[in-house]
């Protein structure tokens, strides 16, 4: 079984290398529907080289072309990259400059990549905050691939969990939803709408928090944590974190079912 997914690689990783023995040992029926990744370290990166913020920004562009294809080839249903947060404008405004742009450029070279792969492309957040040049960019992108049948890429720009339950909960008053409201309704309403919940979150640079992120959506995501700062991120360390996601119990809040065998 775990050849099939190494066929999606042929031509691209040496059958004999670790790459290729990782994903061999993956088990294709348990790969996660939706996996939700926190990019941080960009700045430590290129502080470690004695390099501007805006270097390891730049370099994570490369981060972020290795794990949408990685998961595109695995047939991941869902990628949502956390890329800038509502609290990210109280960085200099040089810095958040340099991340608008290398927004845009990111998505003027990868769109045929993304339309060669059958990428369908999401942005989620407050949008319409964001600068007027990068909301024709994010809606171009997503116009041109709204048809595509494969991966679903999300990025998250402007993003509060908490805002989106805000802005979640004014919806449901601006529809005159009526006490009591239900998980579903919260659900329908959250940018992620339609979306499966993420199975996986994964954070990079070490840090042990989970910095705002789908608040609502993770409730029984399991969590990834590696040392690797963002721009050293590659398919392997993707690739070790499924393998790590598969070898975990998934209870939702339950137990291990009782047997005769476990009892003693």
């Not at 430590?44 to 990685?70: C, F, M, Y």
């Not at 990628?79 to 927004?103: C, D, H, I, Q």
């Not at 969590?223 to 690797?228: G, P, S």
């Not at 119990?249 to 009892?263: A, D, S, V, W």
Request: aromatic content about 8%.
């Amino acid at each position: 079984m775990a050849m099939t997914l190494f066929k999606n690689f042929e031509g691209v990783l040496d059958p004999h290398s670790a790459e290729a023995d990782l994903i061999n040992s993956l088990e294709p029926q348990k790969l996660p529907r939706h996996i939700a990744i926190i990019m941080d370290g960009n700045g430590r990166w290129a502080k470690k080289r004695k390099l501007p913020r805006v270097a390891g920004h730049r370099a994570g562009i490369d981060s972020v072309r290795a794990t949408v294809e990685t998961s595109a080839r695995l047939g991941i249903p869902v990628l949502t990259l956390y890329a800038f947060s509502a609290e990210n404008w109280k960085r200099p405004a040089g810095e958040v400059n340099t991340l608008m742009n290398l927004l845009k450029e990111y998505l003027r070279r990868e769109l045929h990549t993304l339309q060669e792969n059958k990428i369908r492309f999401q942005c989620i957040g407050r949008i319409r905050e964001l600068p007027e040049s990068v909301q024709y960019e994010l809606q171009f992108t997503e116009e041109a691939t709204r048809t595509n049948k494969g991966m679903k890429l999300v990025i998250a720009l402007n993003y509060s969990g908490r805002l989106e339950l805000v802005d979640a909960l004014n919806k449901l008053l601006q529809k005159g939803v009526g006490y009591p409201v239900s998980d579903e309704d919260i659900e329908q309403n959250l940018y992620t709408a339609g979306l499966p919940e993420p199975d996986l979150l994964i954070r990079t640079s070490g840090e042990m928090r989970i910095s705002n992120f789908l608040l609502w959506q993770i409730a029984y995501a399991e969590i990834y944590v590696t040392d690797t700062l963002w721009p050293d991120f590659r398919g392997m360390h993707l690739l070790e974190a499924i393998r790590d996601f598969q070898k975990r119990e998934r209870r939702y809040g339950g137990i291990r079912p009782i047997t005769l065998h476990n009892t003693r």
